[in-house]
Each structure stands twice: as structure tokens, then as C-alpha cells.
């Protein structure tokens, strides 16, 4: 029996494309697990890549498009486009015999998978470039992955239905490309009719003599130099994807920071009325795969930013359909005090949360901060321990390098114009209380020296599998009823915010220490702050100065810090530094995230 064979050309694009969708599958796995609900797919950690995930992807998705390119070039430049055509005599032996059915089985599996190759490749363009980057683009790309496994099992059972492992292994055996079939020539065709008609009939048993081409009736083809479809087919695909990078290289999205003069620096009251913000074009983008948001995950993020020589300003504002601040309130129970929590023994609260907004400056010149700043897998680190919350951790690849990250909180910090002046440093050692799973490990997620103003009101390790489990407030309010009548309208749902002028925290001067005598007399029922606000922030940690306001359905924060702090935790702010941005509705970990950064330019 006679072997099967393929193509050159077809054998090279095929597993040039199976490597590239192999490679942008696995690792467009890994992004999947740091998106709301999709920790399940920690169960093939072991499949899935550690190291360079993000650059992994997007290399994978450029692979894509040129392939993509380079195949249709070939289908065409080869003469096998008739292998995929999809015409109404294909779709007829859909429901003929058996063989002809499995072909046109064959060719609507391969519209199938052009279809969802086309959906991923939009998709991931419009999410990379920040366009249309909402949860619906999102939701195409995520079920357009799993379209490419699918098809690729049906298009293997196909094959081997056509023709059994000969048919399937046919893709091992190259051969050189077969040489087109002549085209129809319609005067060619027409000459060979008019001919034929004018035949005698032949009589029987006489043999038909052989009749010679009159000179000029028999069109003789000419011969042309045909160059290597393949060829044509890689050099397209490779200009087109120069192209393609040179591109992305020179758009680059970028925020300028104006200057003004320091008489018009604006006041922190995150009121965006003042003349400093009036002229200013917002740099706008949508941030997307975070949790709630009205159950879509997204919202754009607005910023202007100016700067006086010495301080830079800037003004964030968000969508936010809630005024959450309600951070892991204490409810009186009858048998004592009940956290209000979904999540936060795992450190991934997504219910009772404050609202957070982060800022992240780097000096590292990157277009995929993923691969330097944050390393997805349970345990991206070997020798420490596995995350509690199934997701990845913040690090930078070497001893001295540090990301700056300013995060503000509604509840926290917001009340007291601080934002909490962090960083992102090489990976620490586990402290013991980590080892034994007790707390976080936070990889090189660490505050700047200094202290904080804000801890919480309760002090316990609490069991995953107790979600009744007891604690004891640290502090009780010296007047409840002061304090109920601040924290204004008490709804414990956790989609529904706050009213104006409400406030979830307790200062020390208003709280007194817990004893039993003053608990007895609070009565069952009773909801009482979860974060105490005591002193002032310190150190390197109080660098950062803010204001918030929420109004319909809308965060606005003015932020100021030193252009340069001089301290090794923090980035200057100057021409050149990439800026990354997050919005957190209610969740402590599950923020809104972009993919391209934002490069800085001070005027």
C-alpha cells in the first residue's frame, strides 16, 4: 500500500503552528490562574510554566500571527487553497457518502479553527493594546483558548476516520509541493467543444484516424520561473511581523507630567476642580480581570499628573459602582464576636474589603512587568511555602532592585491623607509563623521602613474550615452610640457601599481596650469597626500624601510625593520610569490589571 505523504511546506507551518499554540496555551494558562475563580487550574501547576510567563505568551502570539500570515500566502502562492475551500459541493456531501462526508467533515473542522484562531488573535491585540479591554473581549479570549483542544481532538479523530494512522501520520512524510493544475482557459475550452462537434461519428470497428492540431489551434502554455511558495510565504510573514514589533516599540503609551508653577499645586481634598487639573488631557485606559465591579471585573482608570520641580501630583479617578468601607467588621454574635469575612483566612478577601487603588513605578525598562515584578504559580519559589491563596507573588529578579508601590485604602488609610509606601524587593526568607502556614508568605512584597497608623481590631489565626469561628475584638468603643452613628447606615450586604460622611474605623482615642465587663453590655447584634486609627505614619512609609472622594459611582484621589525621596525603596519619578496602575472594588487582592505600561515623561 502506497504511503501518504504531505507537503514540505504544509509539515513545516503545521508544527510550527502546533509549537506556537502549544506554547501560548500553557502559558495563557498560567496568566488564567491570577483572574477571579480560576485557581482550579493550579491542579496541572506541574504542566504549566514558571519562569517568563508573559513574554512566553506574547511571543507565542506573535508566532501566531505570522504563521497565520505565512499560511494564507501559502494556500494561495501553492495552489492548495482548494484543500480548505468551503463551497456549496463541499457542503453537500455533508450529507452524502461516507468518504465525501468526512472530507467536507475536515474542511468545516479547519473554518472552525480559523475562526477561533482569528478571535484570539483580535482578542489579545485588543486586550495588549488596552482597546475594547473589558470583560466581554476578556470572556472571547478565555473561550476561544479552550475552542483550540477541542478541535484539535476532533480534527485528530477525522484523520484517522478518513484514513486510518496512515492518513494521520502523512503529516511525518514530506514530499515536495506537486506542481499546480493548469488553469481553465475559457477560448482554450470552447475551441475543444466547437471541434468536437464537428466530428464525424465514428463508424464501428473502424479505427478513428488521428487527426493533427491545425497550426495555432492548440494553445501552448508558457513556460514562467515560479518562485518557492514557502519562501514567499516566510518572507512575507517575517516583514509583517517586523513590522508588527517595530510598531509596538515606537507606540508607546505614555503620561506627561506638566509643570506648574508651585503657587498653582493643588490642594489635597480630592476635589478635581482645581486649576491645575482644568487644561490637563487625561491619559485614559480600562483595566480589567479584577473581581466585582458590578460582576464585570473592569473599569477605566483617568490620570493627569503635573509637578512643581520639586513635588509631583497626580489625580487618579475611577469607576466604582460602590463607597465600600466596610474592612473586616466584628458582629456580636450569642456566643461572642464573629469576623465578617469570605475569604481573608486564605488573605483573599473579596466581600467585606475596603475599596483600593495601587500605583506601581519601575526603573526596569520592560514592556511585561509580569516577568520581573510578579511570577505566577502556587510556588514560584522553591523552599518556601506554597501561597495560601493558590496565586502568585511579587518579587524582583535581583538583590537591589525595587519596584515602588504606593497603595491607598478607603478605610485604612484614606481617612488620615496617607497612601502606604511599599515595595517590591528580592524574595525574603520565610519568617516561622510562615513556615507553619499560619500567615502569608509575601514573596518581596514588603512596606517601607517606617510605621503605619492603622492595625486591626482583632487578633486571631482563623481556620479555613471554622467559618463560625470566634474572635476577640482588641478594642470596644467608648460610646457605641457615637460610634454606630458614625459608621452612618448599617447594611452588612456587601454590594451596597457606604453613605457620605460614613466612616468603618475607630480611632484609639475613641476605643478602649477590651474587657469582658464593658463586651457584656453590648448588645448581641452589635456591628463595630474592624481597623483602629492610631498616631501617624512614619519613616519612608509616610513619603506619600492623598485625598479621596467618592460621588456617584465614582472615586476621585489626589495623590503628592517628592519627585525624588532618596530612598532606596523608592523610585524617582523622571522621564523614562514605567507606571503601572490597579483599582480594587472591595477584594484585597483581586485588582484590575493592564498589560502594556505606561512610560512617564516630566516636562
Known amino acids: 500500500m502506497r504511503q501518504r505523504r504531505t507537503d514540505y511546506g504544509t509539515i513545516i507551518l503545521h508544527w510550527l503552528l502546533v509549537a506556537a499554540v502549544g506554547a501560548a496555551f500553557v502559558s495563557g494558562l498560567r496568566i488564567a490562574t491570577e483572574a477571579p475563580g480560576r ?3 493550579n491542579l496541572f501547576d506541574a504542566l504549566l510554566p514558571r519562569t517568563n510567563v508573559w513574554t512566553l505568551h506574547i511571543e507565542a502570539a506573535i508566532a501566531l500571527v505570522a504563521i497565520a500570515v505565512a499560511y494564507t500566502v501559502y494556500l494561495t502562492r501553492s495552489g492548495l487553497s482548494r484543500r480548505v475551500q468551503l463551497d456549496k459541493i463541499r457542503l453537500r456531501t455533508l450529507i452524502g457518502r461516507k468518504q465525501g462526508r468526512l472530507g467536507a ?45 477541542v478541535f484539535t481532538c476532533l480534527h485528530i479523530l477525522v484523520q484517522v476516520m478518513i484514513g486510518g494512522t496512515s492518513q494521520l501520520f502523512r503529516i511525518f512524510r514530506p514530499q515536495r509541493l506537486p506542481p499546480p493544475p493548469p488553469r481553465l482557459d475559457a477560448v482554450e475550452l470552447l475551441t475543444l467543444l466547437v471541434e468536437q462537434s464537428e466530428q464525424p461519428a465514428p463508424q464501428s470497428r473502424q479505427p478513428h484516424p488521428q487527426r493533427k492540431a491545425a497550426p495555432g489551434t492548440a494553445k501552448q502554455r508558457d513556460a514562467t520561473l515560479q518562485s ?18 517595530a510598531t509596538d516599540w515606537l507606540v508607546v503609551d505614555g503620561l506627561r507630567v506638566h509643570r506648574i508653577a508651585s503657587a498653582q499645586a493643588p490642594i489635597l481634598d480630592g476635589d478635581t476642580s482645581d486649576p491645575a487639573w482644568r487644561n490637563i488631557q487625561p491619559f485614559s485606559l ?15 482608570i483617568n490620570i493627569r499628573a503635573v509637578h512643581d520641580g520639586t513635588w509631583a501630583y497626580f489625580l487618579f479617578d475611577w469607576d466604582d459602582p ?66 495560601m491563596t493558590g496565586r502568585g507573588l511579587h518579587y524582583t529578579p535581583a538583590a537591589g532592585i525595587y519596584a515602588d508601590v504606593w497603595q491607598w485604602k478607603a478605610t485604612s488609610t484614606g481617612p488620615s491623607g496617607w497612601m502606604d509606601d511599599d515595595h517590591f524587593g528580592p524574595p525574603l526568607e520565610p519568617t516561622p509563623t510562615q513556615l507553619r502556614n499560619a500567615a502569608p508568605y509575601r514573596g518581596g512584597f514588603e512596606p517601607d521602613p517606617g510605621t503605619a497608623n492603622y492595625f486591626n481590631n482583632f487578633d486571631a489565626h482563623l481556620d479555613p474550615a471554622d467559618r463560625d469561628q470566634l474572635v476577640k475584638p482588641l ?14 447606615t448599617i447594611d ?11 466612616r468603618w474605623f475607630m480611632t484609639e482615642a475613641e476605643s478602649v481596650p477590651y474587657t469582658r465587663e464593658l463586651d457584656r453590655q453590648i448588645p448581641v447584634g452589635t456591628v463595630i469597626p474592624g481597623v483602629i486609627i492610631s498616631g501617624e505614619f512614619s519613616g519612608d512609609r509616610a513619603d506619600v ?18 519627585l525624588d525621596t532618596h530612598s532606596k525603596f523608592d523610585v524617582p519619578i523622571k522621564t523614562g520610569v514605567f507606571m503601572r496602575v490597579a483599582a480594587f472594588d472591595h477584594s484585597q487582592i483581586a485588582h484590575t490589571r493592564h498589560v502594556r505600561p505606561i512610560r512617564i515623561e516630566v516636562e
Open 492 to 502: 452588612l450586604d456587601p454590594e451596597v457601599g457606604e453613605n457620605e460622611g460614613a
Open 286 to 300: 480600562m483595566t480589567n480581570q479584577g473581581d466585582n465591579f458590578d460582576g464585570k471585573g473592569e473599569t477605566r
Open 228 to 245: 518557492n511558495p514557502l519562501v514567499v510565504a516566510a518572507s512575507v510573514a517575517i516583514l509583517g511581523t517586523w513590522l508588527m514589533i
Open 545 to 562: 500624601r492623598c485625598a479621596g472622594r467618592w460621588a456617584s459611582g465614582h472615586w476621585s484621589l489626589e495623590v503628592a510625593r517628592r
Open 105 to 149: 467533515v475536515s474542511v468545516v473542522l479547519a473554518w472552525f479553527f480559523f475562526l477561533a484562531m482569528t478571535i484570539l488573535i483580535a482578542s489579545g491585540g485588543l486586550l495588549y493594546f488596552g482597546l475594547l479591554a473589558g470583560q466581554n473581549v476578556a470572556a472571547a479570549h478565555w473561550w476561544a483558548s479552550w475552542a483550540i483542544p
Open 475 to 488: 478594642r470596644l468603643p467608648k460610646d457605641l452610640a457615637a460610634t454606630s452613628a458614625a459608621m452612618g
Open 39 to 41: 485557581t482550579w487550574i
Open 322 to 387: 460602590t463607597r465600600s468601607l466596610k474592612q473586616l467588621p466584628l458582629i456580636k454574635r450569642a456566643g461572642g464576636w464573629q469576623l465578617l469575612h469570605d475569604g481573608f483566612e486564605r488573605s483573599d478577601e473579596h466581600a467585606y474589603n475596603e475599596d483600593k487603588f495601587a500605583v506601581l513605578f519601575t526603573t526596569l525598562d520592560l514592556t511585561l512587568a509580569g516577568d520581573h515584578t510578579f511570577h505566577a504559580s502556587p510556588q514560584p519559589i522553591d523552599g518556601v511555602p506554597e501561597t
